[in-house]
């Protein structure tokens, strides 16, 4: 990658058209690279990763639904070298940048890549991230991801976020929701812990 | 037998603590009717300890293989085995003579009134949420190395142990060998003068070089309960057993494993249990391609505050070879990691660090003089005995929860800021991280409902 195209991507600045088309083409090189079949180009692709930021994230999601696993792999790799790059202090605008991006593949339509969205964003998701992010709490197929993501996320808008979110969850999934509450030091009325509860017996006999 | 209305657990312990207070501290048994008796006498059937093993693969089978010795000694009673591979399970009722209960869910166990104590042996991200459990449950816990795997976690097990009164041993037996018992007096002693700097060596971290597609789980095996707090995700024979390890989730890689032993023994035997670094720096290289994503190679640099001195953990760093090179042969001394302890009067080198201990001869031929600093001893050097010791009297075992939890935090650490790729800043006071928010979120990993802390 370019040394130029780095910085700019980095700084989350506002783009001129021809810098716009320097990262676009940065970004086309990266994503070639990680789709290569070849590990020894694949590898240190992913692993230079971070610095490529926000415009990087969505066609590196698209390469996460790519059929060959060690590729679909590097390229979740790749998100997360961003996003890890991304939360450094002082990068407040990359990591807002980056969260944006990440915001948006909570509506895709691979599961891998909304619960893998949501991990990222329970690093570095702020109050904007927690709408889109609780809104799949109702979704069964990430739904526990969703809550994890947003226990982790600290302040009130997660808090509220998972409160309102318990008004219409399925009734199995309250006891799981109430639990995020009492983490994040909430009194939660009914649904005790069901965490020492045995379910599971084994179809081994002793003697 | 237990007095009606007294809870099993604090009968034992009442007993073993009427025991010190007639002088039989060094005796090598854990209950009363041994003090009446030869050493190995054997006590009444209800009053030995009714251990319950979870997880009895690897480690977990070296550990019931263990018991099941005493057992023949009449020392304790090995009464339920746990495993979510049920040919595991079979294997470990086998090796019971098929008198051990067997169990897939450990929770089970926890509700079993007759249970005193776990052996957990389970891989790494289960062992704070079974040890917090059983503590809730009031069983002893021995639970294998490293403690934990984030930071929360460490924080839950100390307060569980603590809130519960239980006797929490955690497996870095290194420190109960008899060589580190000299290498510890004599660093105590200040033979080496102020020590500065002490720099680990291993080998490095394998990688997986025939990666393979998810598949399905083999039958034997409850893939949803091997996951436990993980986030769910479908089965990869990369997994298990035994490979976990080399995952930064289930297993964290050497610095997890190995590092759980040899910067166990530095922090014990520089006193510097309840301190910790101020700055942890990690450089390293991960693997390319494949499941496994712990670091190859790895160099993290700790520096620690009041008193100053520096650790560095390092893959493969710079390895000392054994002097004796018949012993080695003869011994099957593992040279492959280790530490060097460095002082401003003199240095000594601590070879392996777990169930193998070496030193060097200085200190080996050491006595300390009449006042000397006299350093902690595990009943007969072995860390199961100390474990029972702790049970028996209350006393702090060797490897107790806030040590386990001050050395894994060292190794959760570590690969944090390989992780980060940068610098992080600790507080070792309020044990977390400063200046960083998304590392800050990285100390603790919601968890996977219902196995929860």
Redesign the interface.
């Known amino acids: 990658m370019k040394p130029q195209s780095v910085s700019l991507l980095a700084a989350g600045a506002v783009l001129t058209a021809s810098a716009r088309a320097a990262d676009r083409a940065a970004v086309a090189d990266l994503v070639a690279r990680i789709k290569s079949p070849d590990?020894?180009v694949?590898?240190?692709a992913?692993?230079s990763a971070?610095p490529y930021g926000a415009p990087a994230v969505g066609p590196l999601a698209e390469v996460m639904t790519d059929p060959h696993?060690?590729i679909a792999?590097?390229a979740r790799?790749a998100i997360e070298?961003i996003v890890?790059?991304a939360?450094?202090?002082g990068a407040d605008a990359e990591r807002r940048a980056v969260a944006a991006e990440l915001v948006k593949l909570l509506g895709h339509a691979s599961p891998n890549v909304r619960?893998h969205a949501l991990?990222m964003l329970?690093?570095?998701g702020e109050a904007p991230a927690v709408e889109p992010m609780a809104a799949l709490l109702a979704d069964p197929e990430v739904r526990?991801?969703a809550?994890?993501?947003l226990?982790?996320?600290?302040g009130a808008a997660a808090t509220d976020a998972l409160k309102k979110a318990m008004a219409t969850a399925p009734e199995a999934f309250k006891?799981?929701q109430a639990?995020?509450l009492r983490?994040r030091g909430e009194k939660v009325e009914g649904y005790p812990?069901?965490?020492?509860?045995?379910?599971?017996?084994?179809?081994?006999?002793?003697? | 037998m237990t007095p009606p209305g007294i809870p099993r657990r604090r009968f034992l312990r009442r007993s073993g603590a009427t025991l010190i207070g007639l002088g039989a501290a060094s005796l090598p048994q854990i209950l009363p009717a041994r003090v009446l008796g030869t050493p190995y006498s054997t006590p009444s059937a209800k009053d030995r300890l009714n251990i319950a093993h979870i997880g009895v693969g690897g480690m977990g089978n070296g550990h019931l293989g263990y018991m099941l010795a005493r057992q023949s000694r009449g020392d304790v009673n090995v009464v339920a085995v746990c495993d979510v591979d049920e040919n595991r399970l079979a294997a470990a009722v086998k090796s019971t003579g098929g008198k051990a209960t067997p169990y897939r869910d450990y929770r089970y166990i926890l509700e079993r009134a007759d249970v005193d104590a776990v052996v957990i042996a389970t891989p790494d991200h289960w062992h704070a949420v079974q040890t917090v459990h059983a503590c809730e449950a009031g069983k002893h816990v021995y639970v294998e190395k490293p403690a934990c795997c984030t930071i929360e976690e460490g924080k839950a097990m100390v307060r569980a142990a603590r809130e519960h009164k239980v006797a929490v041993q955690v497996g870095s037996q290194g420190r109960s060998q008899r060589e580190a018992f000299y290498a510890h007096q004599y660093i105590a002693n200040g033979m080496l003068g102020r020590v500065h700097t002490v720099k680990c060596w291993h080998y490095a971290t394998p990688s997986d070089d025939n990666p393979v597609p998810d598949s399905e789980p083999p039958p034997e095996l409850d893939w949803d309960l091997w996951l436990g707090p993980l986030p769910w995700r479908p089965y990869n024979a990369r997994y298990l057993h035994g490979v976990f390890r080399w995952l930064l989730e289930s297993g964290g890689g050497q610095i997890r494993d190995r590092g759980a032993h040899v910067m166990s023994n530095a922090l014990h035997f520089l006193g510097a249990d309840h301190t910790g670094p101020v700055s942890i720096e990690t450089k390293g290289r991960v693997p390319t391609k494949g499941l496994w994503d712990a670091a190859i190679e790895m160099e993290v640099t700790y520096q620690f505050k009041n008193p100053d001195w520096t650790l560095i953990w390092a893959q493969p760093g710079e390895m000392v070879p054994y002097p004796d090179r018949e012993r080695v042969k003869r011994e099957g001394i593992r040279e492959g990691y280790g530490a060097v302890y460095y002082g401003d009067k003199d240095k000594l080198v601590v070879w392996v660090g777990d169930g193998q201990v070496y030193t060097e001869q200085k200190a080996l031929d050491y006595t300390p003089p009449p006042g000397g600093v006299q350093v902690p001893k595990s009943p007969r050097f072995d860390h199961h005995e100390d474990w029972f010791e702790g049970i028996k009297t209350g006393r702090k075992t060797i490897m107790n929860i806030e040590a386990g939890v001050a050395t894994a935090f060292l190794c959760v650490l570590g690969n944090l800021s390989l992780i980060c790729g940068r610098k992080l800043h600790w507080d070792p006071v309020k044990q977390e991280i400063v200046g960083d928010e998304q590392a800050r979120r990285l100390m603790s990993r919601p968890q996977r409902y219902p196995y929860t802390l």
Request: charged share 40%; glycine share 8%; with cysteine.
């Open positions: 590990d020894a694949r590898g240190p992913w692993q971070g696993f060690e792999r590097s790799r070298r890890r790059h939360g450094r202090p619960k991990w329970s690093e570095i526990e991801d809550r994890c993501a226990e982790r996320i600290p006891y799981a639990h995020s983490v812990s069901q965490k020492r509860l045995p379910t599971k017996p084994t179809r081994v006999k002793a003697g």
